[in-house]
T-cell receptor
Framework: GEDVEQSLFLSVREGDSSVINCTYTDSSSTYLYWYKQEPGAGLQLLTYIFSNMDMKQDQRLTVLLNKKDKHLSLRIADTQTGDSAIYFCAERTSDYKLSFGAGTTVTVRA | DTAVSQTPKYLVTQMGNDKSIKCEQNLGHDTMYWYKQDSKKFLKIMFSYNNKELIINETVPNRFSPKSPDKAHLNLHINSLELGDSAVYFC????????????FGSGTRLTVV
């Protein structure tokens, strides 16, 4: 979307770390989210971070938030073939609206 | 068992037809949404309903009419279908607490020929 920007593609070797970056525009966003979409499927919530946090770790996933620069990143450690998917960054811009980025297609190669 | 279910999963229809997509959630959420995902995977909100009331209508043509008979259901009716309506339509729901993201259905792939 116009308010959330992501790079479109990322190729990574199996076992390496993946880092997906996102920038957003609404400084009043309270929560920011990462969703995963596998082919032919809906969006699955991976993780979220509250805007007063800098970092959140959840198993292989690490979310970093730089609120000053409005920059969000998702790091996937030890990337596996099952991590190949489209990853969407989203910001909650109101009580009733999530605005999504265009999605980053992650391809994991052997 | 499915939390947010949409039917049909696939819909192929001719230009000018009228069609409906149904959505049901069994999560007890108060808010439901329709999103459109275009061929470039870009997701854009269309409508948001809270307890059966329309909250957001994002500059969607009035050929699209959502209906929420109760807070567990949000259907989408589309009149006079056009080629540009071809997309994947996702239904989603969320609870009142802001921390929880949305739960999405698996999508309805609409192809207008």
């Amino acid at each position: 979307g116009e308010d959330v920007e992501q790079s479109l593609f990322l190729s990574v070797r199996e076992g390496d770390s993946s880092v997906i970056n996102c920038t957003y525009t609404d400084s009043s966003s309270t929560y920011l989210y990462w969703y995963k979409q596998e082919p032919g499927a809906g969006l699955q919530l991976l993780t979220y971070i509250f805007s007063n946090m800098d970092m959140k770790q959840d198993q292989r996933l690490t979310v970093l938030l730089n609120k000053k620069d409005k920059h969000l990143s998702l790091r996937i450690a030890d990337t596996q073939t099952g991590d190949s998917a489209i990853y969407f960054c989203a910001e909650r811009t109101s009580d009733y609206k999530l605005s999504f980025g265009a999605g980053t297609t992650v391809t994991v190669r052997a | 068992d499915t939390a947010v279910s949409q039917t049909p999963k696939y819909l192929v229809t001719q230009m000018g037809n009228d069609k409906s997509i149904k959505c049901e959630q069994n999560l007890g959420h108060d808010t439901m949404y329709w999103y459109k995902q275009d061929s470039k995977k870009f997701l854009k909100i269309m409508f948001s309903y809270n307890n059966k009331e329309l909250i957001i209508n994002e500059t969607v043509p009035n050929r699209f009419s959502p209906k929420s008979p109760d807070k567990a259901h949000l259907n989408l009716h589309i009149n006079s279908l056009e080629l540009g309506d071809s997309a994947v339509y996702f239904c989603a729901s969320s609870p009142p607490q802001a921390v929880y993201g949305y739960t999405f259905g698996s999508g309805t792939r609409l192809t207008v020929v």
